[in-house]
């Protein structure tokens, strides 16, 4: 099945762990093969996973846009995906880890991204902004 994706002058987008930028003008791509394709909006640098969720996004990302290199990833997501359900007791949320567990293990990586953000936006509900709360306490 063929993936469009359609640019905007100047944006990134990621193929396979690649960072391209389209043009000066507004653009469609059509990705015909199975390919790790993110645009610059849905990737987390490393410095940005600072909360539970993030980190286990930011594995998950790695392993989808680097898929043989992905067994080497799956300790760290263990790693976080332990930490994050020692502290969660939410039984939709702790579907959803495990959800993502599973996608993980069968290598359906996007999948695992999906989830990963359902998990992120429950952190922030749970948690708030952290981001914009220490961009807060970095002017104080």
């Known amino acids: ?32 093969n199975q390919a790790g394709v993110l645009r610059d909006s849905d990737v987390i640098r490393e410095d940005e996973a600072r909360t539970p969720a993030t980190r286990l996004y930011f594995v998950c990302m790695l392993s989808y846009l680097d898929a043989d290199a992905a067994d080497s990833h799956y300790p760290r997501f263990s ?24 996608a993980m293990m069968n290598r359906e990586y996007y999948r695992a991204l999906t989830g990963c953000r359902e998990l992120i936006a429950y952190e922030t ?11 807060l306490q970095s002017r104080a």
């Open 1 to 32: 099945m063929a993936f469009k994706l359609s640019l905007d002058p100047g944006e990134k987008f990621a193929v396979n762990g690649a960072v391209i930028v389209n043009g000066d003008q507004h653009a469609v791509l059509t990705v015909d």
């Open 79 to 102: 790693e976080h995906m332990d930490a994050f359900m020692d502290v969660v007791e939410n039984p939709r949320v702790r579907l959803i880890c495990a959800q993502v567990s599973l």
């Open 125 to 135: 509900l749970i948690l708030g902004d952290i981001d914009a709360e220490l961009r």
